[in-house]
């Protein structure tokens, strides 16, 4: 049995702005996105993680700094950096730039999933280097509970390559700012049993409630 537990990283501020951020951009999170991952943290730090894997980019790696303080065993993994979105990376989404965004993705959803962003990668380019991380993954049966944190587009494309759906069908897995998806390893296939599970936010909101 393996577990995984896959986050996407907290907010940064681009991501409040709506600026495209990808590979290229190593952004990090602001105080938001700060308040996410503690509040991450305070909810599953009692899972006794044997492997944190992040991507190269600094966004994932303070999302999880709270349980790499704790000694826990850490490694970057070029395979969970986000999607590169070309000329496209930090530049804010225009009504032009969202046109041309929703042409690419309706594109990925026909199937030609080969087709890259201009100036950037496809996602069968991501699912490629994403495929090197898996095989390092699955030749470490001793790293049974896993923190995985990673970028949104990567996410969606990584939950493909574990639950063996086509690519194009990426989109059916929704994400948000520090998101969970738990997926369980039964020695066979991978369940999703968390699915964009934001439980661990609501006292965020709580909190902001009752300062307004």
């Known amino acids: 049995m393996k577990t995984l537990y896959i986050i996407r990283h907290g ?44 991507s190269n980019l600094k966004r994932t790696q303070q999302s999880v700094t709270q349980f790499v303080q704790k000694g826990i065993p850490t490694e970057s993994h070029h395979g969970l950096n986000e999607i590169n979105w070309g000329h496209k990376e930090g530049r804010k989404i225009t009504p032009e730039e969202d046109v041309y965004y929703r042409e690419m993705l309706e594109k990925w959803r026909k199937g030609h999933t080969h087709i890259a962003i201009e100036g950037g990668e496809s996602p069968q380019d991501v699912a490629n280097r994403q495929k090197e991380f898996l095989e390092v993954l699955m030749q470490r049966p001793e790293e049974q509970n896993v923190l ?48 964009n599970d934001t439980q661990h936010l609501q006292k965020l909101k709580t909190h902001s409630t009752q300062k307004v």
Do not use: W
């Open 148 to 195: 995985i944190a990673m970028h949104g587009r990567a996410l969606r494309i990584f939950l493909t390559l574990l639950l063996n759906y086509e690519l194009k069908e990426m989109d059916l897995f929704e994400h948000t700012n520090l998101c969970l998806y738990q997926v369980n390893y039964t020695g066979s296939m991978f369940v999703i049993t968390k699915h």
């Open 11 to 54: 907010q940064t501020t681009h991501n409040l702005e709506g600026i495209v951020q990808g590979s290229g951009i190593d952004s990090d999170l602001n105080h938001t996105g700060q308040m996410q991952a503690q509040a991450f943290y305070e909810t599953y730090q009692h899972i006794p993680f044997d492997k944190i894997y992040t």
